[in-house]
Nanobody, 121 residues
Framework: QVQLVESGGGLVQAGGSLRLSCAASGRTFSNYAMGWFRQAPGKEREFVSGISWSRSTYYAASVKGRFTISRDNAKNTVYLQMNSLKPEDTAVYYC???????????????WGQGTQVTVSS
């Protein structure tokens, strides 16, 4: 089992920045690929970014160039630095762990509870 706890969400004005953190506990963190997803009201959960155990990174087209994913295996933590935020980035952001980076919900075995990000215009 892997337990994931997100933090760092909040309210920010358009153009601002936030950094999300996801702390993992349980099985060996470094063996897992990690992903960030988001879900806006009335919409499906969508892939935002992922990072493999070897630190290869992947981004959705909508966030590429604005968001940066990273991981610190010594701290069992994955981060999502979000810059140039837009109102359409407003959503609950979820951290997930799986064997490989994938763009679908089904690619991941473990999920956090989510953290709310609200971007005002």
């Amino acid at each position: 089992q892997v337990q994931l706890v997100e933090s760092g969400g909040g309210l920010v004005q358009a153009g601002g920045s936030l950094r999300l953190s996801c702390a993992a506990s349980g099985r060996t963190f470094s063996n897992y690929a990690m992903g960030w997803f988001r879900q806006a009201p009335g919409k499906e959960r969508e892939f935002v970014s992922g990072i493999s155990w070897s630190r290869s990174t992947y981004y959705a087209a909508s966030v590429k160039g604005r968001f940066t994913i990273s991981r610190d295996n010594a701290k069992n933590t994955v981060y999502l630095q979000m810059n140039s935020l837009k109102p359409e980035d407003t959503a609950v952001y979820y951290c997930a762990a799986g064997r490989v980076v994938g763009g679908t919900v089904g690619s991941y075995d473990y999920w956090g509870q989510g953290t709310q990000v609200t971007v005002s215009s």
